[in-house]
């Protein structure tokens, strides 16, 4: 806590009130960092990817998809993917890449659920699992592993990408978001 209070305090932003968040960090850096609009500051991803990484909070992973440049994952993300790897992992199956492209779109939707409130799948030609309300990346992992349609596309051999997202309501709601391509 004390980082995010630090960098918040570098942008002048951080009031008492937000001193004692979550790690789940609200809008407060996104809104910064133009993630999000002041109107929609609580759906930003947690901790932001430039502030965590200039805190040390995170780490750059680098997509792998030929032509892709780097993208760099919140914590969050980072433990969506590791965990999501580590199911493969258990079934003999390749690693998932991260991919630019699918971080967009799986971030994007995400912050709209969380915005409206709404658990629904995008629109976007991609295999996704979508989830709400799950505390951490491991409970959702459980949670999709537990359920046959969503288990069939972590496991499927033939997704080698994926993008992954998750946010936080203004009411403290987590929705969370993976989306997969061959």
């Not at 004692?20 to 002041?38: D, F, I, K, N, R």
């Not at 969050?76 to 992992?89: D, G, Y």
């Not at 890449?97 to 939707?109: N, T």
Request: glycine share 8%; with cysteine; hydrophobic share 40%.
């Amino acid at each position: 806590m004390a980082k995010l209070a630090l960098c918040a305090a570098l942008v002048g932003m951080l009031t008492p009130a937000l001193q004692a968040e979550t790690p789940y960090h609200s809008g407060l850096h996104g809104a910064v960092l133009g993630l999000a609009t002041p109107a929609n500051r609580v759906e930003t991803p947690h901790y932001s990817a430039l502030c965590g990484a200039v805190l040390g909070l995170t780490t750059p992973e680098t997509a792998r998809s030929k032509g892709q440049a780097a993208i760099t994952l919140v914590a969050l993300e980072k433990s969506i993917v590791e965990h999501t790897n580590a199911e493969r992992a258990r079934y003999g199956l390749p690693p998932l890449q991260v991919d630019d492209d699918l971080m967009k779109s799986a971030r994007q939707h995400a912050q709209w659920m969380t915005r409206n409130r709404a658990l629904q799948h995008t629109s976007a030609p991609v295999a996704e699992n979508i989830a709400m309300g799950q505390p951490d990346s491991r409970s959702v992992l459980a949670s999709w592993m537990d359920s046959s349609g969503h288990r069939a596309n972590i496991l499927n051999p033939g997704h080698r990408r994926i993008g992954v997202a998750g946010f936080l309501s203004a009411s403290g709601t987590m929705f969370w978001c993976q989306q997969f391509r061959p």
